[in-house]
């Protein structure tokens, strides 16, 4: 007699949910919910910003398993409580629920903002936003050039370094190195938070001449005099600027969202408040962890794991690939115990990261995961550490 | 005048400095902001910051593993 299947909707369509769809399929009745029916290679954004590459893009119904239930449509709440999901036009009830809303630009927490990015845009919001910051990168002449990080919580934390470091070799290879002045600001106490990597993005910051402004918590934009203002005190003139917008989460879960919309969630089981039922996942967990799609790709595996009864938990590993120009890159690999491995920039890490924007509907589709077993176990942090020291 | 306690217990470095930033974005000059941390590098961070932002360290101290640094916040 066949066993009728779990009920198992998966709020949001990213990374994590598409991967998630691949591992319960089988063994669950899944059905997946997205307000929007296309999937972006994320990454790519900063090549479209500083290279004027092309986007890459998928319809996400190609990405996921035969068969499955596809909805298209909004989800404006999620009532854990009564099992209850509200979207424009209905509702759903499950027996597990996942929560992968991600996380965007909130361009309005910080006054001028949403000028700054209507004019200049950036590597953290849509193809138009990476194009207009192409646009503007490419008319650019010299000057002051402000890039960085305007809020603590946002996603790919590598990013803003990278986004620096690919503007001055776009800048050298133009010849307007010498007229341009590079500010890179940021509200952590150094240039890249974790101390090993930052002995890194210092050094190369230093040898680039790029300036670096630490404790910078963007307070104010103000277009019209082209100054960006912290919270501790100091301002910058910028002629060019990029700055990464602070995020915020879908604030959809009653009661476990938190200030920023993040979903209030337990750190090793992926469960939200005491509910075994439901789980997040992703860049929308309130989680001190790297919002990455590395993260929400190691943390579906322990989610469907938990779905089948499986104590699995989650380590809090990282593994962020960062691109440091000129064809050199490191990742960024740690958990929760394990501080950041001090793996040297290099061209072989450059090539891996190249091969990510290939190998990306692959990984998303599960066809990788033999290859990402091996990969992670080797690259476990403690195991790297102890031999790195 | 409030007492602003954050709560950074188990957030390794840089989570605790940054749970104080986003503290200081809403207080005003008289607010004593206290952050608890388990992460040592708390320690050094927060002075670097008192420094930067021209704010005043009161006491640092442990008490059941828990680092607690008070910060009278005197300019903003």
């Known amino acids: 007699m066949e066993v009728e299947k779990k009920k198992l909707v998966i709020v949001g369509c990213g990374d994590g949910g598409i991967m998630l769809s691949h591992h319960t399929f089988k063994d669950f009745d899944v059905t997946i919910i997205d307000k929007s029916t296309m999937h972006y290679f994320q990454p790519w954004q900063l090549h479209i910003a500083f290279a004027g590459a092309k986007e890459k893009k998928i319809e996400k119904k190609k990405l996921l398993p035969r068969g499955i239930n596809f909805i298209n449509k909004e989800v404006k709440s999620v009532d854990l409580a009564n099992r209850k999901i509200i979207f424009d036009g209905g509702e759903l009830s499950y027996e597990y629920v996942v929560i992968d809303t991600g996380s965007t630009g909130d361009y309005s927490k910080i006054p001028g903002h949403q000028e700054l990015f209507n004019e200049f845009g950036d590597t953290h919001s849509d193809t138009a936003g990476a194009e207009r910051l192409w646009s503007k990168v490419r008319s650019f002449s010299g000057g002051d050039a402000v890039i960085g990080i305007s809020y603590p919580t946002y996603k790919c934390p590598p990013s803003p370094n990278e986004a620096v470091f690919l503007f001055e070799e776009y800048l050298r290879k133009h010849k307007l190195k010498d007229k341009t002045k590079i500010t890179f600001i940021t509200p952590f106490p150094r240039a890249y938070p974790a101390e090993p990597i930052n002995e890194f993005v210092e050094k190369a910051m230093k040898e680039r001449d790029i300036n670096i402004i630490t404790f910078f918590d963007v307070e104010s934009i103000d277009t019209k005099n082209k100054t960006i203002s912290s919270i501790e005190g100091d301002t910058v003139h910028y002629d060019f600027a990029a700055l990464v917008p602070p995020h915020k989460g879908a604030g959809i879960v009653k009661d476990f969202s938190d200030d920023d919309g993040f979903v209030k969630t337990d750190r090793f089981k992926l469960n939200i408040g005491n509910y075994d039922d439901a789980f997040c996942m992703g860049d929308a967990t309130n989680i001190q962890t790297s919002k990455s799609a590395v993260t929400a790709h190691i943390e579906s595996g322990v989610i469907s794991d938990r779905l089948r009864g499986i104590d699995s938990k989650f380590d809090g590993r990282t593994n962020c690939p960062f691109e440091f120009g000129y064809h050199k890159a490191t990742f960024v690999i740690s958990s929760y115990t394990e501080p950041a491995v001090k793996l040297k920039p290099s061209t072989t890490n450059y090539i891996m990261k190249l091969g990510m924007k290939y190998m990306a509907w692959q990984v998303l589709k599960g066809n990788m995961d033999w290859f990402f077993k091996i990969y992670f176990s080797i690259t476990d942090p403690a195991k790297l550490n102890k031999k790195i020291k | ?76």
């Open chain 2, 1 to 76: 005048m409030a007492n602003i306690v954050v709560d950074a217990r188990g957030s390794s470095c840089p989570g605790p400095i940054v749970e104080l930033s986003k503290a200081y974005r809403n207080a005003k000059v008289g607010d004593i902001i206290e952050v608890w941390a388990t992460d040592p590098g708390i320690k050094a961070d927060a002075k670097a910051w008192a420094e930067k932002t021209k704010n005043q360290i009161i006491e640092i101290k442990e008490e059941d593993g828990v680092i607690k640094v008070s910060i009278k916040i005197v300019s903003r």
